[in-house]
């Protein structure tokens, strides 16, 4: 994919410290994972995968176990902040695509239907943001489901003990080294390609009530967030 950033000096001690705190998650970190999503990261079918921003730190760490067998991309903002993320993720094995709800999104998403199509990739799509409300899935997720015909399979981890940035709009988590983590995963289902696009709400709202009963599920599991 054409980079569209550009990389400051700061940008490689960042991605080193990353590099180790990466390595210590997956040295020191036991993870369960429930649901189908391991079958489906092993046997090279393209689909997709949805989760809330609350999320991302700690899944898009889980995925770069698998970045070297499969072909991942997934769509990160133009902001300058996206840069260094742009950055990061690429470094990680995973392919950044460039773009927002508010600033290149079509451009992007159907940049990454044709990857996601023509490489037998995984899409990531954090669906709510980049900006509040948190947790209300925005369509670009059932958009592109249509547009690829890959199925949505939605995603979220939970750590016992983690912390939590509630001053974020998103409440984002921070799962400590040598945490016990739970992932879940839900039987991924598809979006038919003659869809109308008034038709898409319903689709839209079956990601947003199942990942938000995916979290209520999660947060009665495991406790320990700070």
């Known amino acids: 994919m054409i980079k569209t950033f550009h990389t400051p000096f700061f940008f490689w001690p960042v991605y080193v410290g990353a590099w180790i ?4 998650y997956h040295l020191t970190c036991r993870v369960e994972v429930k649901g189908p999503l391991p ?12 989760w809330w921003h609350q999320d991302m730190l700690f899944n898009f760490v889980y995925l770069t176990r698998f970045a070297r067998e499969r072909k991942i991309a997934t769509i990160v903002s133009q902001s300058k902040d996206g840069d260094l993320a742009a950055y990061l993720v690429e470094k ?8 927002s709800s508010s600033k290149g999104g079509q451009d992007a998403l159907d940049l990454l239907a ?26 670009g997720i059932v958009a592109l489901a249509r547009k690829t015909g890959a ?3 939605k995603l979220r981890s939970w750590g016992a003990r983690q912390f939590i940035f509630r001053r974020s709009w998103c409440k984002l988590l921070l799962v400590y080294p040598f945490s016990r983590v739970t992932i879940w995963s ?6 038919p390609a003659e869809t109308p696009r008034e038709g898409l ?5 079956a990601v947003e009530q199942q990942l938000n009963a995916m979290a209520e599920r999660s947060e009665g599991f495991v406790g320990g967030a700070s």
Do not use: H, Q, W
């Open 21 to 24: 705190i990466v390595k210590l």
């Open 39 to 50: 079958d489906y990261l092993n046997d090279g079918r393209p689909f997709l995968l949805a």
């Open 92 to 99: 990680f094995g995973i392919t950044p695509i460039r773009g």
């Open 114 to 139: 044709k990857f996601v199509k023509e490489e037998s990739a995984i899409g990531v799509l954090v669906c709510d943001g980049p900006r509040p409300p948190t947790r209300v899935a925005k369509f």
């Open 151 to 153: 199925p949505i399979m």
């Open 186 to 191: 839900e039987a991924p289902f598809f979006v």
């Open 201 to 205: 709400e319903k689709y839209r709202l």
